[in-house]
C-alpha cells in the first residue's frame, strides 16, 4: 500500500486536480471545447452569440455587402502611386517598377467603388433608427477595402454597422468603422453565412473575388429556390459585372428561367442601389397594406 500523504503533499495533489482540464467547468475548458465531438456545440454557440448580441442591440434588418478586400481609397492609391515615382525619380530601375506603377494606377480607378460603397454606407445608415429597433443596419464580412468602406460611411453617418470576420490562413484583421460590440469572428463559414442572410433585407456586391462571388450565387440560390424571401439583390459597377456574369447566356442555355434576370439589378452608384432596395420595401409595404386594410 501507498503510505498516507503527508500535510504537504495533500497541498500538492490538490493543486494539480484543481490544474487539470478535467476539473474545469465544461464551458471554461477550452480543450475540451476544441474536440472533434464538440463540433454540433460549437455550431450552436456560432449560431447563437451574434444573434443574441444583435437581439440586445435591437437590430431588426440589415443591408449586406460585399466586395473585395483588396480594393483601397483613393487616397492611399494615389499614396501608393507617388511612392513608386518617387523610387524611380531615386535612380530604381523603372523597368522593375513598372509593373508595381501599373498595378496603383488600376487601384486608383478602382477606388471609386471604395467611394461608392462608402457613401452608400452614409445613405443606409442615415434611415437606420425606426421606432421599436434599427432598421437596414449595414453589415460586412468585417475586413478592408470594400468592407471597410461600407462600415466606414455608417461610423461617418452616426450609425451602427455589424462585421463579421473569420479565421482564415492569411489573417484578416478586423477594421477600425465597425461598431464596437457588433463585431464577430466565426470559425465556420457555414454559420457566418447564415449570419449575413438572417435579417438581411438586401444584398449589395461591389467587385470582388471568389468570397465576393460565393455570397452573390449563394444568396440568389437562396432566393431562387424560396429558402429566402425576395429581396434586392444589387451589384455595383456596370462594366465589371457584365463582363464577369452573363445570366442572360444562362437563360439562352435553358439552365435559368427568363424570370430569374429579375432577381438582380446592376448599377452604377451607390444611389441607384439605394434607390432600388427604397423602392422595393416602400412598395412591399404597400402590398402588404392593401392585402390587409
Request: aromatic content about 8%; charged content about 30%.
Amino acid at each position: 500500500m501507498r503510505p498516507d500523504l503527508t500535510p504537504e503533499g495533500k497541498k500538492t495533489a490538490l493543486a494539480r486536480i484543481r490544474q487539470s482540464g478535467t476539473y474545469s467547468k465544461a464551458y471554461e475548458d477550452v480543450e475540451f471545447m476544441r474536440r472533434k465531438e464538440l463540433r454540433p456545440v460549437r455550431f450552436q454557440l456560432e449560431l447563437l452569440k451574434p444573434e443574441t448580441i444583435l437581439h440586445e442591440h435591437r437590430i431588426r434588418s440589415t443591408i449586406v455587402v460585399f466586395g473585395s478586400a483588396r480594393l483601397v481609397s483613393r487616397s492611399e492609391a494615389l499614396r501608393q502611386l507617388e511612392a513608386c515615382r518617387a523610387r524611380i525619380a531615386d535612380g530604381k530601375p523603372a523597368a522593375a517598377l513598372k509593373k508595381e506603377l501599373a498595378f496603383w494606377r488600376m487601384r486608383l480607378a478602382q477606388s471609386r467603388y471604395y467611394d461608392e460603397a462608402r457613401k452608400f454606407g452614409q445613405m443606409v445608415s442615415r434611415t437606420q433608427r425606426r421606432a421599436g429597433g434599427l432598421e437596414f443596419v449595414v453589415v460586412t464580412g468585417g475586413g478592408p477595402g470594400i468592407m471597410e468602406a461600407a462600415n466606414r460611411g455608417a461610423y461617418e453617418a452616426r450609425g451602427k454597422s455589424v462585421g463579421l470576420n473569420i479565421t482564415i490562413p492569411n489573417e484578416q484583421d478586423p477594421n477600425p468603422y465597425i461598431t464596437p460590440g457588433l463585431a464577430f469572428t466565426f470559425h465556420y463559414f457555414a454559420l457566418r453565412k447564415m449570419h449575413f442572410m438572417m435579417r438581411a433585407k438586401a444584398m449589395v456586391a461591389f467587385p470582388g473575388g471568389f468570397g465576393t462571388l460565393d455570397e452573390l450565387f449563394e444568396t440568389l440560390t437562396l432566393v431562387q429556390t424560396g429558402k429566402k424571401r425576395a429581396l434586392p439583390i444589387v451589384l455595383v459597377g456596370k462594366a465589371f459585372w457584365r463582363r464577369l456574369v452573363d445570366v442572360e447566356f444562362l437563360v439562352e442555355e435553358g439552365l435559368i428561367a427568363p424570370e430569374d434576370l429579375g432577381l438582380l439589378s446592376i448599377v452604377e452608384t451607390a444611389q441607384e442601389a439605394w434607390d432600388i432596395i427604397r423602392s422595393h420595401w416602400k412598395n412591399r409595404r404597400h402590398r402588404l397594406e392593401e392585402r390587409n386594410p
